[in-house]
């Protein structure tokens, strides 16, 4: 049972757009998410996060979306760079539960 | 300065061999993680340590034993491996043990044949 779930493996933008990446989930009961960013042979890396009593963080060219009631959110980078292209994992987790759950990641394709 | 390292690299051994990786952090984080990422990319909690005492131990067979000398180390001990024992294996860290984010080392690639 996937709680956490990236619908979409793959997304291509060009340079300077606007690049979406969604991410859904399943338990109510998450209340902290974040986005991490993964290149090859390397760990995730921690990007931004949200907690569930705001709706909208910003962090330079990132911004994470939380809807609680669709349970959905969403990481925007504007404007999109050659350098952000590597895949992106949405995480989440519930108060005392001490671990978190990923997606299975969105591959981003910065075309130059 | 490497944040949270582990060693080796890379692993290539054969089945029903008993291997070890090792994490270090340097963060001053009180825990820290392991995870396993397999062939479909999902990344998924195996364990977890705060202040050296387990506190998440997912439904791992008991061929893995992790073990925390102190709080800045957490080796994984793996057993009698078999073939699906082959991924990444990843150590992280964190501040503390909810709403914290985690920080993640380079990957042990583990490959049985």
């Known amino acids: 049972d996937q709680q956490v779930k990236q619908n979409s493996p793959s997304l291509s933008v060009q340079e300077g757009r606007i690049s979406i990446l969604n991410c859904d989930y399943t338990?109510?009961?998450?209340?902290?998410f974040l986005w991490y960013k993964k290149y090859p042979a390397e760990g995730p890396t921690f990007l931004i996060s949200?907690?569930?009593?705001?709706d909208k963080n910003e962090d330079g060219r990132f911004t994470v979306f939380l809807n609680k009631s669709a349970k959905h959110l969403s990481l925007h980078i504007v404007p999109s760079q050659p350098g952000d292209s590597a895949v992106y994992f949405c995480?989440?987790?519930?108060?005392?539960?001490?671990?978190?759950?990923f997606g299975t990641g969105t591959r981003l394709k910065v075309l130059a | 300065d490497t944040a949270v390292s582990q060693t080796p690299k890379y692993l290539v051994t054969q089945m029903g061999n008993d291997k070890s990786i090792k994490c270090e952090q340097n963060?001053?984080?009180?825990?820290m993680y392991w995870y396993k990422q397999d062939s479909k990319k999902f990344l998924k909690i195996m364990f977890s340590?705060?202040?050296?005492?387990?506190?998440i131990n997912e439904t791992v067979p008991n061929r893995f034993s992790p073990k925390s000398p102190d709080k800045a180390h957490l080796n994984l001990h793996i057993n009698s491996l078999e073939l699906g024992d082959s991924a990444v294996y990843f150590c992280?860290?964190?501040?503390?043990?909810?709403?914290?984010?985690?920080?993640f080392g380079p990957g042990t690639r583990l490959t049985v044949t």
């Open positions: 992280a860290s964190s501040q503390g043990t909810t709403n914290y984010e985690q920080y």
């Open positions: 995480a989440a987790s519930g108060s005392g539960t001490y671990k978190y759950i």
């Open positions: 338990n109510s009961m998450f209340d902290y």
């Open positions: 963060l001053g984080h009180d825990t």
């Open positions: 949200i907690s569930s009593i705001k």
């Open positions: 340590y705060n202040n050296k005492e387990l506190i």
